[in-house]
């Protein structure tokens, strides 16, 4: 790097630095490794760079000046650049060279007392709660005026809810139950078979998707399916202004987005749970069948004598209060993004996490109930 | 004057389509070192379509464009790399990464592409954030600052490594006056004291005048150039009744029922 610069040094201490060549963004790296180390091994008094022999000249050329400036001593180094000529000199001015300092100084991260940040984090939960709360009212004020003016229902949207909600969820529900109900049905044979019990795989089976794994199940896939599209697609038209638009036009975006997504939730999720329930039955049943000797027929009327009405009934009715939960954290975290693309990615992660945790928190306290009950 | 230098980007036959929509048709162009061009035209007529075609966002359907020697349309991934080094893009929504800040926006290009230490980094950014006036908003996120502030630090972004060639992409659309003649003047100094050669797409006449030093203008109807040369003579001498409503700011009916 000797062919960028030459130093001097004079007797009374002033180190002289002579830049050459090309001092621009190709070199600069080079230059500024080899010669502020150098400087600052001589650690000079004052410092005199010449830039007579430079042939070209950009802002990485002043941030070799600069990163020259300061290797002195902050207050009583003497630094002077000669033989600017016009060129650099306007792109010293542009970049406010002699300024710069001021903003080079560091800016320290305030410590925040624990305290206040108890106090900070505190109060964003309950402005968050705050929120929650608010939208529940929103939600329900909405299906009121709904209920009674029909007309403002948005149909068309509710429907096309509905396919990507429901009918696009169907194969993987689907395959998801089947292979449950294998799994069930083959773990419990395997303790079922020592008393010879076989046939109670069918029952067990049966009663566990029905009551427990397939409303939980569906609900868990909605969430990661829908939960999460709800949310990435009302936080982004909360980023683009789509909804300040929609407020604007007289609307009441609760009506007009989160109301078709709730409804067509509360009407597919069930569905989706019943054929959750089948899927998983018959995955029983293929085990029972090829595993286990059972034919069949022994298979179903065992199942149907198991299960009634008000099992299916219970399950349903839980996966209808999933399916609105869904549907309500999806479109409040949309609603609540702010930000950029990171902040819709935020929104999808907490709609799907909070709902998957109301939906465990539901099914516990609906198991209570259920436990009081009978 | 310009057309003794050597061109620094050439388009030649240039076809782009997108699915079956044929947007550009048989463009012809040349770019000299150190001019400002400026494409104008009404929306929709290829605009941004062209600006795409020569940084290689888009692949053309036929033709050539070669930047600074390299066919574009026909190279080896590291010539493509080379290539982009060369060009720096401030694009219409300025593209800022919202989850970070403008000096780490900044530091994304730079330290991918330079040996320069941190410290020496955050020294250089601040070098030229100041050049476009926001030294006080390096620790701001995108959505905390206003639209021109944000095509500032887009301008910033793009000039992080010195640029030969930029490209601007409205620059000055959705601003007010005073913050657009802030880009325009920026847009001047950059062309003077560094010799960068800079494509601007733009339909705001003001600017047009201030900053061009030749303009091209492209129409739907024709698929191509229709009138290029300095924007003064076009607007006082060209015979293209399209060219000369642009200039003049006049509807012209036919235009309308043209488009529609």
Redesign the interface.
Known sequence: MKEYYDIFERDDGELIVRLKGRLDVKNAAAILQTLSSEVKTRSPSSLVVDIDQVTAFDDYGALILFELKHQLPLDNGSFRIENVSSKPEEILAQINFDEQEKYAIPQKKRAVNILVRLGDATIRHLDNIRFMVSFIGSVVLSFLHVLFHPKSLRVDDTIDAMEKTGVDALPIVALISFLLGLIIAFMSSIQLQQFGANIYVASLVALAMTSELGPIMTAIIVAGRSGSAFAAEIGTMKIYEEIDALFTMGFNPTIFLTIPKILASIIVVPLLTLFSNLFGIAGGLVVGVFMLGLTPGTYISQTIETITLFEVLWGLTKSAIFAVLIAWVGCLRGFQTRGGAAGVGNAATSAVVTSIFLIVLFDSIFAVIRSYWR | MKNQQKPIITVQNLVAQYGENVILDGVNLEVFKGEILVVLGGSGCGKSTLLRHMVGLDVPRSGNIIVDGIDITNCNDADFKTTLRKIGILFQSSAL???MTLAENMAVPIAEY???PKS?IT??I???L??VDL?EFE?Y???EISGGMKKRAGLARALA??PEILFLDEPTAGLDPVSAAEIDNLIL?IN???KTTIVIVTHELFSIFKVAHRVIMLDKSTKGIIAQGDPQYLKDHSENKKVKGFFNRESSSGQLSETL
Do not use: A, I, T
């Open positions: 990464f919202g989850s330079s040996d320069l020496v020294d250089l601040r070098m030229k100041c050049r030294s620790n996120l995108p959505f490594l010195n100094q003077q004291s560094s």
